[in-house]
């Protein structure tokens, strides 16, 4: 016998229908879809796309699901393994930061989600919508009850595979006790450490793709009629009570089924971790409200929580000499550095030379980090705190701004308007070629997937040379 909870879950997700589910998280899928599509496309030729095309596609498989924008197909699984990580290479996915630890929430749902939909033409624009939607729901609610900070205990997102699994349980209709073996299933694979970032590896993104492999093998597996447990998340050993004892269990299943809460997800306007995001916009703030020229700041200091200060500013050696792109990614100094030194922070700041960018490595050297008190107290477990931000100018005046929402936070959310402008600027900078038209087709069939018969459409159009 399940416990309640994940009746509860497996029930919400099998059973709600597409027109119950608020319109604003409907919406907020959609723009979720065309962000994913759009940071995937512009990390197509990246080394860490490039090498996991190669290296899984040559498993070879039945051929399910196409690698994006490409015509190659793999095993669902393996694409979605591929897809999942391509979209968060740039790490300018969005993000939900209301939970303290983050969740990346579309990058590993979307790519299982569109890996399943790419296979059965049989599922509509309202099946992959509602499919997005209630995963989403599932992983930010898992997501913001823990209330253990991944920075103190190591675990980070191990809910994630419940999110993936629900997706693909969803779009694949099994019926309840399969579900709940998906969700068993699903937990012999949860998986979350922080270790990736304290070394600023690359299985930052590559695990996004495990967990969306994940999820599709544990729905296939439930399907093919595996038995697992079925008290996955409150078990006497289930997921809740082994590996996160501290949470909130009202913001677990609070208003399950009425509210949605994937419609505050958090979309990034800049390509690196959404926690530097309040520090670069209030440097550009600064930078454009007071007409202030790089050469003019002298130096930089930053105010933060202990958190912020622990994760982006630690370890030293690799936060103010950061040696590879995903190492930049995670320096706030580095973040505010290029937004001081250029006025604005876009795709190609964080590779190549442009990590030595000389101006950028002049500020970078004359900025510090600090434990603001404020901020600190009101919100010291706030993973994506707010920043304070002064500029030491050169005739010896300093210049100071704070920000606590940027762009994208839900209250100061983005438009569709916002992403299709994202996915022009990524596909500018793609290597693949992508017309204008396509382009507008692509967006004006997001726009309108409740209205599509076949989601596997939009995978056509993503995926055609």
Not at 40 to 57: H, K, M, P, Y
């Amino acid at each position: 016998m399940a416990d309640d909870i994940t009746i509860k879950f497996v029930r919400n997700v099998r059973d709600t229908p597409f027109e119950v589910i608020q319109p604003e998280a409907i919406q907020r899928a959609k723009i979720a879809i065309l962000d994913i599509i759009a940071v995937s496309l512009a990390a197509f030729a990246s080394e860490i796309s490039t090498r996991v095309r190669a290296t899984v596609g040559s498993w070879g498989g039945r051929p399910d699901s196409r690698i994006f924008f490409t015509q190659e197909r793999l095993p669902a699984h393996n694409a979605a393994l591929i897809n999942a990580t391509m979209s968060r290479v740039l790490d300018f996915d969005d993000t939900f930061e209301l939970a303290p630890n983050g969740a990346h929430a579309s990058a590993y749902i979307i790519p299982t989600a569109l890996a399943i939909v790419d296979r059965d033409t049989s599922l509509s624009g309202k099946d992959l919508l509602a499919a997005v939607a209630l995963a989403m729901d599932l992983y930010c609610r898992t997501s913001r009850s823990i209330r253990a900070n991944a920075v103190d205990t190591g675990r980070d997102n191990g809910s994630a595979v419940f999110g993936t699994a629900a997706a693909a349980m969803r779009l694949m209709r099994l019926d309840e006790r399969e579900c709940l073996n998906t969700f068993g299933i699903a937990y012999a694979q949860a998986a979350g450490e922080f270790q990736m970032y304290e070394e600023a590896s690359q299985t930052v993104s590559l695990q996004q793709g495990l967990r969306a492999r994940s999820g599709i093998d544990s729905a296939e597996l439930a399907k093919a009629g595996f038995d697992a447990p079925k008290e996955a998340l409150y078990g006497r050993y289930g997921f809740f009570r082994a590996f996160e004892p501290v949470h909130d269990q009202d913001l677990l299943i609070g208003k399950l089924g009425v509210d949605f809460i994937g419609r505050d997800l958090s979309y990034k306007p800049y390509p690196c971790c959404k926690c530097i995001h309040p520090a670069i916009s209030a440097t550009l703030k600064l930078r454009k409200d007071k007409k202030v020229e790089a050469d003019k700041i002298k130096s930089i200091r930053i105010g933060t929580n202990r958190l912020c200060n622990d994760f982006l500013a630690k370890p030293e050696q690799v936060k103010w000499d950061p040696p590879t792109m995903v190492a930049a990614k995670f320096s706030m100094p580095f973040g505010v550095s290029v937004a001081a030194a250029k006025g604005e922070v876009g795709i190609a700041d964080f590779e190549g030379p442009a990590l030595y960018d000389r101006e950028v490595r002049r500020l970078l050297a004359a900025t510090t980090v600090e434990i603001d008190d404020d901020i600190e107290r009101t919100d010291g477990p706030n993973q994506n705190a707010p920043a304070k931000v002064y500029f030491k100018m050169a005739n010896g005046t300093e210049i100071s701004n704070r920000v606590d929402h940027p762009l994208g936070h839900p209250r100061n959310p983005s438009s569709m308007d916002d992403v299709v402008g994202k996915l022009r600027q990524c596909a500018n900078y793609s290597a693949l070629e992508f017309s204008d038209t396509r382009l507008n087709s692509v967006c004006e069939m997001v726009a309108q997937l409740d209205t599509v018969v076949s989601a596997r459409n939009l995978v056509d159009l993503m995926c055609v040379r």
